[in-house]
Each structure stands twice: as structure tokens, then as C-alpha cells.
């Protein structure tokens, strides 16, 4: 049996954004509507006799909880994905959150299941469906998020419908020169700005590869780092009070800080300190930052990584289609183009 597992979510925001400009003969902005039919039509087409499966967000109160939990140790400014406020979304995504609950219902009438569960979010639903089914199955994920990446197997492959191409391991693998498990770590390093997610200011991905290339892990990269360093640390204590204060307020030629997000009693701010006054300069301020955002590594790692074991993981099966009902659908969000591909839906 062949899987397709789509990133519902995924799929919705991209079709809003894409599609911006669409409104029905009420004003009603359409583009969410007619984008994720027109793809999920041209994927049924595509993936003929693939068992097909819509998996939308939850709330990941695990990765809530955590993050707060960060914020009170001062470790991140603000919590995970904290940087979605409503008031500020561009339009196309709100267009997404007030169309969602009518965009389901008329995913309904595909027949096509649909699944929400509560405290874990697509990427965790899909992550568990791929490690179920991986062994006897072929499994293809639509999504076009990189954190995805981390799911590659022998039997599972991404399909990116932006770009029309697959992201298969072997290939993906001779790119990037990590395991998919790895990748995660890179994530860890680098942070993601989308999921508000800090790692280590400063790293990108082509850092955060670097480093998971020469040493396997985020948890043996500091093992490495403090053999080197931790010398200094012990020459230069942390520094608190006045002297954190005058760290913390260095500032590039930009006029941005030097040392963002740090608090007192950070680790390395002595050595930090210490390189800013010229007493040593045997530490890359790279690796001085990831020093000094350990902690945070950690949070990052565990924000990034899927929940693949869910506990009653239901089956997903197709059920009946109703080409009147999703006509309907097509002429009330002015969907016309769509009305003659119906039949896709059909078995």
C-alpha cells in the first residue's frame, strides 16, 4: 500500500498567500478554497491509488510548557511560535484562520479523512503515521517545511509541490552529508525564526551543518567545546552587576548588540569580557555565542524534534464522497474552474 500524508497546514497557508487576491461574489476571500482544491485534485491525480490523509495543527502544550518554562530561566525572550499575534498577521493569513472551519467542511465532502489531535501538531501526527507504516509501505509527505527532513527513510520521501520535485534520503543525503536524525540538531543550533524558536544567535543553517558534519551531534559538539575551553572560563569568571552591564552593552557598527540575549550569569560572559578587552583573543565569537546559549541549544533541540509515538493513534480510512454537496461548496466560494474535476474524488 502507498501513503500520501499531507501537511494540511502547510498546504492552506501556502494556497492563501498564493491565491490573495480571490473573493467570491460576496467578498469573501476564496484563495485558501480554491488553492488547496486545486492542489489536493492535481495530487489525486498524480498519486492515483495512494491512501490519502489531511493532517492539521493542534496545540503542542509539551512545547508550550517548555518554552515558558525557558523564559522564566531568561534562557528565550519569548515563547514558542509567540511571534503569531493576530493583530499582526500579514492578510492572507488571517484570511487562512477565518476560512479553516468552512474550508473542513468542505474537505468533508471528499471523503478524505482529516485528523486534529489535541497537544500534537501535523508534523507530530504525520511523524507517527510515517514511523508506523514505514517498514511495509511506501510513504510520500506533501509539505514543503524543512523540519520534515528529519522523517527521510528508505520509504519515505517529501514532495515538494512548489518546486514539482521529490526529496528523496539518498539524495538528500549526498547534499546535505548528515542523517535525517542529524538534522535535527542542526535545527537545535540554528533555531527557527517561523516556530519562534532561539538557538544560537548569529548561526545559520550553513553553520549549524558545519558543525553537525565535524562532530555527529549538538551534545558532542560542547563536549568537544568545553575540553578546548572551559580553561578560559575558569581564568575569566562569569561576570555579574557592573561589569555584565558594560557586556551587554557593546554594540556593532550597525548598532545592533554584540552579544544578543545574554543575561547575567550566562556562561563565557567573563571570557566575553575578557576578548572584548583585548586580555585574549583565542575564542571565534561563533563559538563564544554557542558557549554562552548551551541551555538554550538544549530547548531547541527538544522544540524541534517530532513526537512520533502517540498513544491511540487512530486508522484513517476514506470515506464516501458527496460530488453534490462539494458543487455547492465550489459555487458558493465561486470555485468554477474546479466544478468539472469533481470526478477525482470519486472511486
Aim: net charge negative; proline share 5%.
Amino acid at each position: 500500500m502507498d501513503y500520501l500524508l499531507i501537511d494540511a497546514n502547510n498546504l492552506a497557508v501556502r494556497a492563501a498567500f498564493a491565491n490573495s487576491e480571490l473573493r467570491n461574489r460576496n467578498g469573501i476571500p476564496t484563495g485558501v478554497h480554491y488553492g488547496v482544491f486545486s492542489s489536493l485534485i492535481s495530487l489525486k491525480n498524480q498519486f492515483v491509488d495512494y491512501e490519502i490523509l489531511l493532517a492539521w495543527d493542534g496545540h503542542s502544550q509539551r512545547r508550550i510548557e517548555e518554552a515558558e518554562s525557558a523564559m522564566k530561566k531568561g534562557l528565550v525572550p519569548s515563547g514558542y511560535k509567540a511571534n503569531r499575534i493576530k493583530d499582526e498577521q500579514p492578510e492572507p493569513l488571517k484570511h487562512f484562520r477565518e476560512q479553516a472551519p468552512h474550508l473542513k467542511k468542505g474537505l468533508e465532502q471528499t471523503g478524505i479523512p482529516q485528523i486534529r489531535l489535541e497537544n500534537f501538531e501535523a508534523d507530530d501526527v504525520i511523524a507517527a503515521y510515517a514511523k508506523k507504516l514505514r517498514n511495509e509501505n511506501k510513504v510520500v509527505i506533501v509539505t514543503t517545511d524543512r523540519d520534515y527532513y528529519q522523517l527521510l527513510h528508505p520509504n519515505v520521501k517529501m514532495w515538494n509541490g512548489m518546486k514539482s520535485q521529490y526529496v528523496e534520503l539518498d539524495k538528500w543525503q549526498a547534499e546535505f552529508g548528515i542523517t535525517p536524525d542529524q538534522y535535527v540538531h542542526c535545527g537545535a543550533l540554528m533555531g527557527d525564526v517561523g516556530d519562534n524558536i532561539f538557538g544560537i544567535p548569529g548561526w545559520g543553517e550553513k553553520t549549524a551543518l558545519k558543525a553537525i558534519c565535524e562532530h555527529g551531534s549538538f551534545h558532542n559538539l560542547y563536549e568537544e567545546l568545553h575540553k578546548k575551553y572551559d580553561g578560559l572560563r575558569e581564568d575569566y569568571p562569569d561576570v555579574v552587576d557592573d561589569e555584565f552591564k558594560k557586556l551587554a552593552g557593546i554594540v556593532t557598527k550597525s548598532n545592533k548588540p554584540k552579544y544578543p540575549d545574554i543575561k547575567a550569569g550566562f556562561p563565557f560572559t567573563g571570557v566575553a569580557l575578557a576578548v572584548e578587552e583585548k586580555k585574549i583573543k583565542s575564542i571565534p565569537k561563533a563559538t563564544l555565542m554557542a558557549l554562552m546559549f548551551e541551555e538554550r541549544v538544549s530547548v531547541a533541540f527538544s522544540l524541534k524534534k517530532m513526537d512520533d509515538e502517540i498513544d491511540g493513534l487512530p486508522d484513517f480510512k476514506k470515506g464516501p464522497a458527496n460530488p453534490e454537496k462539494l458543487l455547492e461548496y465550489f459555487d458558493y466560494y465561486d470555485i468554477q474552474s474546479l466544478k468539472s474535476e469533481v470526478d477525482a474524488f470519486k472511486e
